[in-house]
C-alpha cells in the first residue's frame, strides 16, 4: 500500500512540475498537453473528453493538469482554505472508511488511504479530494469550504470548474471591430474575416491586390469583395468567371442579322440594305443614286432592291436592257388597206398602195407612170417607196440605206443624186459602183421624228439618144431613244 501511494504521489509531482510554468515559449509540448497558436503556450488536454472509456470499474474522470484522475462516483472535490494539515492516521485495527483529510500547499500528492478512501491533493489551488461513504451526495455545510477554480473557470452546480465564456458573458475587452473568440479557461480578440490586424486596429484587407480572385474586375468592398465582368460578359455560378453573353439569343437588337462575337455582337443587312449611323438597323441602299448605268432606260429603287423600266414600245430583257416591241406581230390599229411598219419604239401604219395619180401600182410593188400619160413626160418614170428606222442620236457619219438599179441597159450610163428631203444637209448620197449608191447620215438625228427622203437614179444612154429616171422613197422614223 505504502508502495502504491509513492507511485501515485511521484506521478503527481511531475504533473505538478508542468503546471508551475504556465508560458511555455515552445512549440512542442509535454505529454498531456498542445499547443495554443492564440495564447502562444502549452494548454492542457482534457483526456475525459477526447478519450473514451478513460476510466474502469465504474469510476469517473476527472481531469487534471497534464492528466487526469479516475476516482469513485461518490468523490466530492473540496477546498481546504486553512493552514496545512499533517496526515490524519487511521485508528488502530481501524478498516472502515475514513473520514479525515490529507493537505499539502507544495506539491501534488495523490493516494489510496486505508479504508478505501483515495486522495489526490493540489498545493496549487489547496484542493482536497475525499471519499465520504457515509454521504456521497453531501455537499459540506461550511461556506468556506467551496471550490476555488482557476482563472477563467467557475464553480459549476455539480462541483466542478467550467470554462466560463467570456464572450457571451460579456467580460471580454475586445474592440468594437473585433471578434471575440472564447477558449479553454480565456478568450481571444480576432478581426473578423475579411480584416487583418495592423496594430491595435482592424483594417480591410484589399482581396483585389492578392489575384487572382476575379476573372475580369474586381471590387474592394469593407471585409469582402465581389467582381464584375465587362460589358457583353456576365458571372458566372461560382461568381469568379466571366461567360460571354450571346446577346443575338438573349435581347437580339439588330434589325435584321445578328452575329454573336466574344464580348460583343455585330450587326449585319441583307443584299440591298446598309447599317445605320447606330449600327443596329439598316437602311435601303438607293442603287438608282449610285450609278446612272445600272438601267438603259429608267431605274427604280425598291426596299432592298432595285428595277428597270422601259419606255412605251419597249420591254425589258436581262433586267436591265430595253428591247423595242415589234406591234406589228403582236397586235396594231392598222386597216386591211394599210400596211404596218415598226420602228424603234412605235409603229406607223401606211398605205398598201401609195401611188398617187398618174401612177399606177404594179404586181412588183412599184408605182410607175405610163408613157402614153402626157403628164408622165416630165415625171420620173417609176417610184419605189421603201422604210426603215433608225435610232436617235445615231453617230455619224454611218451608212444607213443603199440604193441600186433593178434593170441595166447597155450603153447607158447611171448618176444619182439626193432629189428631196436633205433641206438641212443630214444625208449624203457616195455612188459606190455604176449601177449603185449609198446613203450616209452625216448629222446625228434626234426622235421622234420622219424624214422622206427621195432618192433619184438617172439613166442616159452613151450616144444621147435615150434619159429616163427613177425615185427611190425613202421614209427614215427616227425613234425616240438611242435603243
Known sequence: MLKALF??????????????????????????????????????????????????????????????????KTAQIIVNNEQPQQETQPAEGTSGATTGVVAASSMATSGVLPGGGFVAITGRNNFVIRRNPADPQRIPSNPS?????????????????????????????????????NLRGSFACQCPPGYQKRGEQCVDIDECTIPPYCH????????????QCSPGFQLAANNYTCVDINECDASNQCAQQCYNILGSFICQCNQGYELSSDRLNCEDIDECRTSSYLCQYQCVNEPGKFSCMCPQGYQVVRSRTCQDINECETTNEC????????YHGGFRCYPRNPCQDPYILTPENRCVCPVSN??????????VYKYMSIRSDRSVPSDIFQIQATTIYANTINTFRIKSGNENGEFY???????????????????????????????????????????????????????
Open 374 to 383: 402626157a403628164m408622165c413626160r416630165e415625171l420620173p418614170q417609176s417610184i
Open 216 to 227: 475580369q474586375r474586381c471590387v474592394n468592398t469593407p471585409g469582402s469583395f465581389y467582381c
Open 7 to 72: 507511485l501515485t504521489m511521484l506521478t503527481l509531482a511531475l504533473v505538478k512540475s508542468q503546471d508551475t510554468e504556465e508560458t511555455i515559449t515552445y512549440t512542442q509540448c509535454t505529454d498531456g498537453y498542445e499547443w495554443d497558436p492564440v495564447r502562444q503556450q502549452c494548454k492542457d488536454i482534457d483526456e475525459c473528453d477526447i478519450v473514451p472509456d478513460a476510466c474502469k470499474g465504474g469510476m469517473k474522470c476527472v481531469n487534471h493538469y497534464g492528466g487526469y484522475l479516475c476516482l469513485p
Open 335 to 342: 386597216r386591211e388597206d394599210e400596211m404596218c411598219w415598226n
Open 429 to 483: 448620197l457616195r455612188q459606190t459602183s455604176p449601177v449603185s449608191a449609198m446613203l450616209v447620215l452625216v448629222k446625228s438625228l434626234s426622235g421622234p421624228r420622219e424624214h422622206i427622203v427621195d432618192l433619184e437614179m438617172l439613166t442616159v444612154s452613151s450616144i444621147g439618144t435615150f434619159r429616163t429616171s427613177s425615185v427611190l422613197r425613202l421614209t427614215i422614223i427616227v425613234g425616240p431613244f438611242s435603243f
Open 145 to 181: 469550504h467551496r471550490i476555488q477554480c482557476a482563472a477563467g473557470y467557475e464553480q459549476s452546480e455539480h462541483n466542478v470548474c467550467q470554462d466560463i465564456d467570456e464572450c457571451t458573458a460579456g467580460t471580454h475587452n475586445c474592440r468594437a471591430d473585433q471578434v471575440c473568440i
